[in-house]
């Protein structure tokens, strides 16, 4: 349906431990199915239940790190 993506390398980030993975979120017809918040760095605000983005994986919280053509997101997130 939607998404495929991957994890990246461990990263230490503020004595966080981050991962790091691409994500693909595919527009459904009603959009992205989320929203972002700052400038650098940028931030997912919200996730729409069940939209593109939360099930490409995508969740409140996650740093954007880039965007491709593709419509592909970099995103880090805190490892639990």
């Known amino acids: 349906m939607l998404a495929a993506h991957g994890v990246g390398v461990l990263t230490e980030a503020s004595s966080e431990v981050m991962i790091e993975r691409c994500v693909v979120v595919q527009r459904q017809s009603d959009g992205y199915g989320f929203t ?18 939360f099930c490409a994986g995508v969740r409140e919280g996650d740093r954007i790190l880039k965007v491709s053509a593709k ?3 970099v995103v880090k997130f805190p490892l639990e």
């Open 36 to 53: 972002v918040t700052g400038d650098h760095p940028v931030f997912v605000h919200t996730v729409k239940p069940e939209g593109a983005a």
């Open 71 to 73: 419509y592909s997101l």
